[in-house]
C-alpha cells in the first residue's frame, strides 16, 4: 500500500537540496518588506495581535443544528448563493460601503451549511472547488478555500463551532482584495511594485473588519496574518511559529492551494502532480500538521472531481476520496474500453477492486 506520509518523506528527502520554488502571487512566499505609505502600519514595538485558543464568533444553535445530505445538484445550488452572496458583500465594500454585522451573520449561516454537509462526508461539496473561476475569480476563491478550510479542520478533529469560525474568516480573508479590484485581474504577472502594493491586501482586510474586533477578534487578527509563515518569511510583520494564529496558518495553506490549482488571468492551473511538489519544497513556511492533513486529503495525485483512465480502459471521474487508501477512490465510470459513452453511469469503488488501478489523469474533459 503506497502511503502519503512515506511520499511526503521521499519528495521531501530528495528535494533538500532545491531552493524554494515560488508561489503564485500574491500568495507567493517573500521577505517582509515596508508597508505603503496609505496604509497605517503598527509599529514593530506594539504587542503583537492577541491569540485565542477558543472560538469567538457567536453561533446561534439553528446554524448549529444539523441538516440532511444534499444531492450533487442542491449542493451546486448551496455553492452557487454562496458565491452570488460573497459577490454581494465584496462588491458592497469595493464600492467603499461598510461591511455589516448583518452580512457577516449571513455568511455564518451559509458556511455552517457547508460544515454540516462535510461533516456529513458529502464529497459533492468538495467536487465544487474543482469549477471553473474565470471572472472576477476572487469570489469563487474565498468561497473555495473556505470549503478546503472546512476539509482540513475536519482532518485535524475540530468540532462544528469551531469549524465554521474558520470557515467564516476564510470567507472574509480577502476583503482587503477589494481595494485591488483592478490590478488581481490583469493578464500578467505582478512586477516588483504591484506585488508589494497588493501585499497590503492582508492589513486592509483587517482594517474593514476593525469595527468587528471587540466581538469577532479573532477574525480580525486571523486576516491581518494570513500571509504569514513559520519561518518568518511571510508578511507583513515576518511573524515566526507561534506567534501565528492556528486558524491563520490553515488559511494560508489553503489559500495557496486553491490559488495553484486554479486558473488565473496571468496563469494556467497546475497539475496536482506539480502542486504537491511545490508544496513540499514550500514546506519550511507552513505547519507540519496541516500540511499532512492537506496531502492525505486534498492533494493526492487523483483529486475528487479528476477526469481519469482505469488499466480496465475505461474512462471515469473520481466522485468520492477513500482516506484510508487515497490512490484507490470511488470512480464513476462514463466510458468503456472501446471509448463508447455509456447511457447510464456506473460507480466503483476502487478499493474493493484490487485488480483495477487508476492508469493516469486525463487532460480532456470527458
Not at 469577532?216 to 491581518?224: D, G, L, N, T
Not at 496531502?295 to 473520481?318: D, T, W, Y
Request: with cysteine; glycine share 6%.
Amino acid at each position: 500500500m503506497v502511503r502519503i506520509a512515506d511520499i511526503l518523506k521521499k519528495k521531501a528527502e530528495g528535494q533538500q537540496a532545491k531552493p524554494p520554488a515560488s508561489e503564485p502571487p500574491p500568495e507567493q512566499k517573500t521577505q517582509s518588506e515596508q508597508p505603503s505609505p496609505s496604509v497605517k502600519e503598527e509599529p514593530q514595538s506594539q504587542e503583537r495581535p492577541e491569540l485565542h485558543k477558543e472560538p469567538g464568533i457567536r453561533i446561534s444553535e439553528t446554524v448549529l443544528a444539523k441538516s440532511k445530505l444534499l444531492s450533487q445538484k442542491e449542493s451546486i445550488e448551496l455553492y452557487s448563493e454562496t458565491v452570488s452572496l460573497v459577490k454581494e458583500i465584496y462588491d458592497w465594500v469595493k464600492a467603499g460601503k461598510e461591511i455589516t454585522e448583518e452580512n457577516l451573520k449571513d455568511i455564518i449561516v451559509y458556511v455552517g451549511k457547508f460544515v454540516d454537509q462535510q461533516c456529513l462526508d458529502n464529497d459533492n461539496i468538495l467536487s465544487l472547488i474543482n469549477l471553473p473561476t474565470e471572472n472576477d475569480f476572487i469570489y469563487k476563491h474565498v468561497v473555495n478555500v473556505g470549503i478546503i478550510c472546512i476539509d482540513l479542520g475536519c482532518g485535524l478533529g475540530y468540532d462544528k463551532a469551531k469549524l465554521i469560525e474558520l470557515g467564516s474568516i476564510a470567507i472574509v480573508h480577502d476583503m482587503g482584495m477589494t481595494k485591488f479590484h483592478d490590478l488581481y485581474n490583469r493578464p500578467h504577472q505582478f512586477n516588483e511594485k504591484e506585488f508589494a502594493e497588493i501585499k497590503n491586501h492582508c492589513k486592509i482586510g483587517a482594517e474593514i473588519l476593525g469595527k468587528f474586533k471587540d466581538k469577532y477578534k479573532r477574525m480580525v487578527s486571523v486576516v491581518y496574518q494570513e500571509h504569514e509563515r513559520l519561518d518568518g518569511s511571510g508578511y507583513p510583520l515576518g511573524l515566526k511559529e507561534e506567534a501565528i494564529d492556528e486558524y491563520a496558518k490553515i488559511i494560508g495553506l489553503a489559500d495557496m492551494y486553491e490559488a495553484l490549482t486554479h486558473l488565473r488571468p496571468y496563469r494556467s492551473e497546475t497539475s496536482p502532480a506539480k502542486v504537491l511538489d511545490i508544496l513540499l519544497l514550500n514546506r519550511n513556511g507552513f505547519w507540519r500538521k496541516i500540511m499532512k492533513v492537506l496531502i492525505e486529503r486534498l492533494a493526492s495525485p487523483f483529486p475528487v472531481g479528476s477526469n481519469i483512465k482505469l488499466s480496465s480502459g475505461e474512462k471515469g471521474k473520481v466522485i468520492k476520496r477513500n482516506l484510508a487508501c487515497p490512490l484507490r477512490p470511488v470512480v464513476e465510470i462514463v466510458s468503456e474500453a472501446d471509448e463508447e459513452k455509456l447511457a447510464e453511469t456506473r460507480t466503483i469503488d476502487l478499493a474493493k477492486h484490487p485488480t483495477i488501478y487508476i492508469k493516469g489523469i486525463l487532460e480532456e474533459k470527458i
